[in-house]
């Protein structure tokens, strides 16, 4: 099973901006995707973007779409997710997984199997 590793979560006040790391290790061969999942206490988790391993088609939650940018360095093994615009809406737990790319709904995440721990976000004047 793969192993991800989330970072760079923290406070940020509204309109502010932070980029998420998550570290990817030991995907499995039909790994396709990583997915952005975020989860608010009460709430379902909610995938917000998600790019493919073996092409450059990268997806977005209308919520996200225009402030945040997922991209990934290969050489490092790892995915960003830069959130500019952030509001306190944004607020919650985010996580990175590792799964199946299905075009058709790409941030569904029971497609995904193998998660990080997730990081804090928190948008708060």
């Known amino acids: 099973e793969a192993q991800l590793e989330e970072s760079g979560g923290g406070l940020v006040q509204p309109g502010g901006s932070l980029q998420l790391s998550c570290a990817v290790s030991?995907?499995?061969?039909?790994?396709?995707?990583i997915g952005w999942f975020r989860q608010a206490p009460g709430q379902a988790r909610e995938g917000i973007s998600a790019?493919?391993?073996?092409?450059?088609?990268?997806y977005y939650a209308d919520s996200v779409k225009g402030r945040f940018t997922i991209s990934r360095d290969n050489a490092k093994s790892t995915v960003y997710l830069q959130m500019n615009y952030l509001r306190p809406g944004d607020t919650a737990v985010y996580y990175c997984?590792?799964?199946?790319?299905?075009?058709?709904?790409?941030?569904?995440?029971?497609?995904?199997?193998?998660w990080g721990q997730g990081t804090q976000v928190t948008v708060s004047s």
């Open positions: 790019i493919a391993l073996n092409s450059e088609n990268t």
């Open positions: 030991g995907l499995n061969a039909d790994d396709s995707a």
């Open positions: 997984a590792a799964g199946e790319l299905i075009p058709a709904t790409p941030m569904l995440p029971l497609w995904y199997r193998s």
